[in-house]
């Protein structure tokens, strides 16, 4: 075995590295463009540096090491199938239940119909067994919440012993419905509900400060967390109003965000929520303590098409989440766009969190991302703008007001329109949506249909997936009488059209426009032929820049002369007007205004 001193005794073969060497190296690579062009940003608008420097660790109230929670959703509607379904889970990894309500703001459609369904759901379950047990409540809570206190009092139970996340959350769901809330009634409400159930016995996570509606709503990673800790304040404060000690105040709230794919982000988000309350409880006169951070993986980045994306989606959102600190985590099995999700569905969702944390054992470090330049510098750039937009909501008189007078929700729907900007361009792509979409895929098995989105008013945080509006253009083209197509006019060698044939080919195909391909054609003659016998009424000439230039006009004239409503694949520059007196009639390039384009070409087939 090596002396410690020789542990790595193939470090001195590489040289140092040197930001001075890597700047010299990204120069020569950008051919003479600024360095900027790397910076990215984020939705909140900071910059993301292309390099960091080794950051100092920071001190941090964190999840002690070890396994978060792997909790399964528990929302079939029918108390005894939903039974199983749990069992199952709990029987082969899962040790925690999200018990979802019909109409709690993570239902995703479907739940337990009422607090009567409970007994029956949980039967043969052993809640005093270690068991994490979370609960997405409705409107109103009191039914299931009594529900729930028969069952421990009829099992003969000790609160002591049993781990329970009531998730009372009257500012979630009134947000996510855009009800009035009166806070002068309701904040002592809950305080009392709070009371309630420390006279039981429970005295620890009764209040959820929940951010995922937001997140759903389209909001950002900092609105998310200033309306976390909003809520959060929001409910100390009432319970303090009521003549709880703060210190037992705090115990009783817990968090909740939404985990996505966005790795960096939401590792950092998840950091720096804690970082965010713990200066409130160090406001507040309290020494900071760890909280409790529930994880879900996100309803908006779920797509219907290709669902099987989802997978890949949902275990970044894992791995993220369980980096960045979270106690417990749910998966949204990949199959929930699209109805009920089935027991394989639900399977896959269990076995992403088990081989992320029996094989590659990401619960064994706390804070593994302390000390990373880049990840210390998105953590802070969260915390600093998080706590801007509180102190906003504070100036408007806390959380729920600031909700009741839409201003709130204005800015939620401001960056979820950038967003949708970006997503219909596709510099926020959507794999199987938006990019290589497969038109021919196979129907995915659910035990229910998705019901239809309700109708929100224009104060909720409703909630909506990203890859909507492709969907929307599928179910579309699908239920056409004819099915619409576009010929791939592919002009010159292979060589010069496959490139712009296979962007035209899933530009088109996003829009559920089946894209007719070919080997491509010498002369515009055959070029036109061709395409009168496909029967197609769109066409998309491709080649190269080169033949553009040397027979692209002429083969314009011949595909328009035969029928075709015409796209030219490439940004038509200085010849636009050119390409349009050939009977061009759009221009496909990256960039381009992807759904506006497909809507158009929807109409025209």
Not at 340 to 362: G, I, K, M, W
Request: aromatic share 6%; proline share 6%.
């Amino acid at each position: 075995m090596a002396a410690p001193d020789q542990a790595a005794p193939f470090v001195d073969a590489f040289p140092p590295a040197a930001e001075d060497v890597w700047r010299a190296k990204v120069e020569a690579a950008l051919k003479g463009a600024p360095l900027q062009k790397l910076v990215g940003k984020t939705p909140d608008g900071f910059e993301i540096q292309p390099l960091y420097p080794r950051a100092a660790g920071k001190p941090r109230a964190f999840r002690a090491a070890g396994d978060w929670k792997i909790v399964a959703r528990v929302d079939h509607p029918e108390a005894r199938a939903a039974n199983e379904l749990a069992l199952t889970d709990l029987e082969n990894g899962a040790d925690g239940l999200q018990i979802v309500f019909a109409g709690s703001t993570g239902a995703c459609g479907f739940g337990l119909a009422d607090g009567a369904a409970l007994d029956a759901a949980l039967k043969d379950i052993h809640l005093d067994a270690g068991l994490k047990v979370l609960f997405d409540l409705p409107e109103s809570p009191e039914a299931p919440v009594a529900a729930l206190l028969d069952l421990v009092g009829a099992r003969g139970c000790d609160p002591q012993k049993l781990d329970i996340s009531f998730g009372l959350d009257p500012i979630g769901t009134a947000a996510a419905r855009g009800a009035a809330l009166d806070w002068g009634r309701e904040g002592p409400r809950l305080a009392q509900q709070a009371k309630d159930l420390a006279a039981k016995g429970f005295g620890k996570n009764l209040i959820r400060a929940d951010g995922r509606v937001v997140h759903a709503a389209g909001g950002s990673p900092a609105q998310e967390l200033a309306f976390a800790i909003g809520g959060g304040l929001a409910a100390l404060r009432a319970l303090e109003a009521s003549g709880i000690d703060l210190d037992a105040a705090r115990d009783m709230i817990d968090f909740g965000l939404a985990a996505d794919a966005d790795e960096f982000l939401t590792i950092a988000k998840f950091r720096a929520l804690r970082r965010l309350w713990a200066g409130i409880e160090h406001a507040c006169g309290l020494e900071a303590r760890p909280i409790r951070i529930h994880g879900e993986t996100a309803w908006r980045m779920m797509t219907r098409r290709d669902p099987w994306v989802n997978l890949l989606r949902a275990s970044v959102a894992v791995f993220s989440a369980g980096l960045g600190g979270a106690d417990s985590i749910s998966v949204l099995p990949f199959t929930q766009a699209l109805g009920l999700p089935d027991a394989f569905a639900r399977r896959l969702a269990r076995n992403t969190q088990l081989v992320l944390l029996e094989e590659s054992n990401l619960g064994k470090v706390a804070d593994p991302a302390a000390g990373a330049g880049g990840f210390e510098a998105l953590t802070d750039g969260l915390v600093e703008t998080a706590y801007g937009l509180f102190q906003t909501v504070e100036q408007a008189g806390g959380l729920p007001n600031a909700l009741a007078s839409g201003a709130f929700q204005a800015e939620v729907v401001r960056t979820a329109g950038e967003r949708a900007k970006n997503v219909a361009r596709r510099k926020e792509p959507l794999t199987g949506a938006s990019e290589f979409p497969d038109i021919h895929e196979k129907q995915v098995a659910v035990l229910r249909p998705a019901p239809p989105t309700p109708v929100a008013n224009d104060k909720a945080l409703a909630p909506h997936r990203t890859a909507e509006p492709f969907e929307l253009l599928r179910d579309e083209a699908e239920a056409a009488a004819t099915k619409p197509r576009i010929f791939l006019a592919n002009l010159g060698p292979v060589a010069a059209f496959t490139a712009r044939a296979t962007f035209a080919k899933n530009f088109f195909e996003a829009g559920g426009v089946e894209a007719l391909g070919n080997d491509g054609f010498a002369d515009a003659a055959a070029l036109a032929q061709a395409f009168k016998a496909s029967g197609a009424k769109l066409a998309v000439l491709c080649s190269s820049d080169a033949v553009y230039a040397e027979r692209g006009m002429e083969a314009a004239k011949a595909l328009t002369a035969a029928g075709a409503h015409l796209y030219v694949a490439g940004r038509p520059g200085e010849s636009e007007a050119q390409w349009r007196a050939a009977g061009a009639r759009d221009f496909i390039f990256v960039g381009a205004d992807l759904l506006a384009q497909l809507r158009e070409a929807l109409r025209a087939a």
